[in-house]
């Protein structure tokens, strides 16, 4: 299956920073999803992304994908406590294999 | 939107007895779901993919002959775990998916299952 590295495996940060996650893969990807656990939940779907270069807003939360598909990225803007969480990107063809997550931590 | 029931939510069990658990598709038909183990801090590990009507496709160093998956039906996927060690102790989450690019996988609320 595909294999992606996500970096950074954890992220503190002040209320109001802004936080970034980066997903990165040795190989071309079909699409890239995202997900988000809450501690102690389990993975929410965010978003799929399927094009070179495509870029899709949901409120304080952008998300790219590279223009070689091989690199995505999870941006959010003036993070707040109810960000808390870990954020995973997913490469799905056919299953759907995790990166190892980013750990999100809000300093109100 | 689609929902995944799990249960249950959790269950503590004796080492050598076995654990079944429960992966219902309420809303929609899942010719395909997934299991998945993770054990703390660390990511979500896919086991195996439950096929209707068919054997599981299991991932390499998954023992089949301990974690026996069915799925009988379009709308339900179990894993037995048999012969509970305390390593099996973790939290298994099953998934599956509606199908096109806005939905991605729905996500069972996990059973965490601890072997004493």
């Known amino acids: 299956g595909q294999q992606v590295m996500q970096i950074p495996q954890y992220q503190h940060v002040q209320e109001g920073e802004d936080f970034t996650t980066y997903c990165n893969s040795s190989?071309?990807?079909?699409?890239i999803q995202w997900y988000k656990q809450r501690p102690g939940g389990h993975p929410v779907f965010l978003i799929q992304l399927v094009k070179s270069g495509e870029v899709k807003k949901q409120k304080r939360l952008t998300f790219q994908f590279g223009e070689a598909k091989k690199n995505s990225s999870l941006h959010i803007t003036a993070t707040q406590t109810t960000d808390v969480g870990t954020y995973f990107c997913?490469?799905?063809?056919?299953?759907?294999?995790f990166g190892q997550g980013t750990e999100l931590s809000v300093k109100p | 939107g689609a929902v995944v029931s799990q249960h249950p939510s959790w269950v503590i069990c004796k080492s050598g007895t076995s654990v079944k658990i429960e992966c219902r598709s309420l809303d929609f038909q899942a010719t395909t779901m997934f299991w998945y183990r993770q054990f703390p801090k660390q990511s979500l590990m896919l086991m195996a993919t439950?096929?209707?009507?068919?054997?599981?496709?299991?991932e390499q160093g998954v023992e089949k002959d301990k974690f026996l998956i069915n799925h009988a039906s379009l709308t339900l996927s179990t894993l037995t775990v048999t012969s509970a060690h305390p390593e099996d102790s973790s939290f298994y989450i099953c998934?599956?998916?509606?199908?096109?690019?806005?939905?991605?996988?729905?996500f069972g609320s996990g059973t965490r299952l601890t072997v004493v």
């Open positions: 190989t071309t990807l079909s699409n």
């Open positions: 439950s096929n209707e009507g068919s054997k599981a496709t299991y």
């Open positions: 998934s599956a998916s509606m199908g096109g690019p806005n939905y991605g996988y729905t």
């Open positions: 997913a490469p799905q063809g056919g299953k759907l294999i």
